[in-house]
Nanobody, 122 residues
Framework: QVQLVESGGGLVQAGESLRLSCAASGNLNRMNGVAWRREAPGKQRELVAALLGGRITNYADSVKGRFTISGDTAKNTHYLQMNDLKPEDTAVYYC????????????????WGRGTQVTVSS
């Protein structure tokens, strides 16, 4: 079993920054990727950023140039640095890990748990 705990969200004004953290634990032997996803009210969950093999990054077009994903493999912790936040970034953010070829959170329907709430005021 895998446990993912997000932190670092909050209420900020447009243009400000936040750094989200994700602590992963459990059976992570096959972990080869980390990601952040978000769910805004009335919208589908979307991939925000992914880091594969510690080298390859992928970002949603809406966050390119503003968000940076990184990971500390020794601590099984990964981060999402979010700069120049916009009201449209308001959402619950969830971290995810890829085990072999399967994304742990994305493969699960229904409730993903609390995540960490990011609210950006204009």
């Amino acid at each position: 079993q895998v446990q993912l705990v997000e932190s670092g969200g909050g209420l900020v004004q447009a243009g400000e920054s936040l750094r989200l953290s994700c602590a992963a634990s459990g059976n992570l032997n096959r972990m080869n990727g980390v990601a952040w996803r978000r769910e805004a009210p009335g919208k589908q969950r979307e991939l925000v950023a992914a880091l594969l093999g510690g080298r390859i990054t992928n970002y949603a077009d809406s966050v390119k140039g503003r968000f940076t994903i990184s990971g500390d493999t020794a601590k099984n912790t990964h981060y999402l640095q979010m700069n120049d936040l916009k009201p449209e970034d308001t959402a619950v953010y969830y971290c995810d890990v890829r085990l072999g070829g399967v994304w742990f959170r994305a493969s699960r329907s229904g409730d993903w748990g609390r995540g960490t709430q990011v609210t950006v005021s204009s």
